[in-house]
């Protein structure tokens, strides 16, 4: 007969809460909205059953990129609704799961260098 008896790492799993659980804790904690948490937890739930359940830690920019342009291109959903399903994914990543996202670092760069100021500016301008 085998040996069942439970090794650390499945005491450790048994213990650690849920994904979804997880991201309603970070969002109680940072005093969120009751909004917001909704809102929130109902994108991070359709990113991931569009990936066939796969966990967001498995998955990465590509896989949220195919997800927003899904969101744009078959769902027909707004700029504003995308931005929406963005913001709930990128506090996943940054907040929840502490990764970062490479086309985001990059995006945050050029803002911070001013690279979208000069756009801004010639437009006023016009």
């Known amino acids: 007969m085998p040996?069942?008896?439970?090794?650390l790492s499945d005491k450790f799993t048994r213990n650690k809460p849920k994904l979804l659980d997880q991201v309603?804790?970070?969002?109680r904690l940072k005093h969120f909205s009751i909004r917001t948490d909704q809102s929130y937890i109902h994108w991070i739930r359709r990113f991931i059953l569009f990936h066939h359940k796969r966990h967001p830690r498995d998955m990465a920019e590509t896989e949220v990129t195919e997800f927003l342009t899904h969101l744009a291109r078959d769902g027909g959903v707004a700029a504003s609704t995308q931005n929406q399903a963005l913001s709930a994914l990128l506090?996943?990543?940054?907040?929840?799961?502490?990764?970062?996202?490479?086309?985001?670092?990059?995006r945050g760069a050029r803002e911070k260098t001013g690279a979208f100021a000069g756009c801004l500016d010639s437009r006023r301008s016009a």
């Open 24 to 27: 309603r804790d970070v969002i």
């Open 91 to 106: 506090f996943l990543y940054k907040e929840v799961l502490k990764q970062e996202m490479g086309w985001l670092k990059r």
């Open 3 to 7: 040996d069942m008896t439970p090794t």
